[in-house]
């Protein structure tokens, strides 16, 4: 136990090692969760936001280059399926956006109660939207190098959560592990306070 750098750490969680110290900027790794939950919500909102905002206002959406390429095309071609798949497209976009949302709310708990389980929903989140930005990303590159023009906005929309999403997940996973190695210290050395009292005890009589 010795050896473990997390036992050096004063305090409810402790700072981290030098090495880590420079990495991070010198703050603690949950300021550092509590810092980007913040940045998260945010950007959560601006996709809850963004998606309700194209599914009222329909017609913003006939602006994008993606809409002139191939979208106007599916929509002549059947427009009851078209509407159809554009307002589940659109309700998916918010109902991730919300969970994500809602598991932010989670781990700002988890961090602040030390409570392993919570963090997890979010964990499971981020992959799940991680998963399907990089399938959206991989089909507007696709549209992009077939068609004319790139499309420049639905991308960087895009690109901008993946970015967030990204350093989100790595920053919950290094916490997680931290956390899960601390709690684990915790617990070996309660169950040693605990065998030496029980060997007071039986050496009293």
């Known amino acids: 136990m010795q050896g473990n750098p997390y036992l050096n750490y004063p305090g ?31 950007t959560s909102l601006l996709g809850i936001i963004l998606g309700s905002i194209l599914l009222v206002r329909t017609e913003w959406h006939e602006k994008l280059f993606l809409y002139r390429l191939t979208l106007a095309y599916l929509r002549r071609a059947d427009p009851s399926k078209y509407w159809i798949a554009y307002r589940v497209f659109f309700g998916v976009w918010i109902a991730i956006h919300s969970i994500h949302l809602v598991t932010i709310v989670l781990s700002i708990i988890a961090v602040h109660k030390s409570y392993l389980k919570l963090l997890k929903p979010q964990l499971v989140a981020l992959l799940v939207q991680l998963g399907l930005f990089i399938v959206l990303i991989s089909s507007l590159v696709v549209y992009s190098i077939t068609g004319t023009r790139v499309a420049w906005l639905a991308l960087v929309v895009i690109l901008f959560h993946t970015l967030f999403a990204s350093t989100n997940l790595f920053l919950l996973a290094k916490y997680h592990r931290f956390l899960d190695e601390k709690l684990q210290i915790l617990r070996e050395i309660l169950s040693a306070q605990a065998k030496s009292v029980h060997f007071k005890d039986d050496s009293s009589f």
């Open 12 to 42: 409810q969680f402790g700072n981290l090692t030098e090495t880590d110290k420079k990495q991070h900027c010198k703050l603690q790794i949950q300021t550092w969760m509590y810092i980007h939950s913040g940045v998260s919500i945010v």
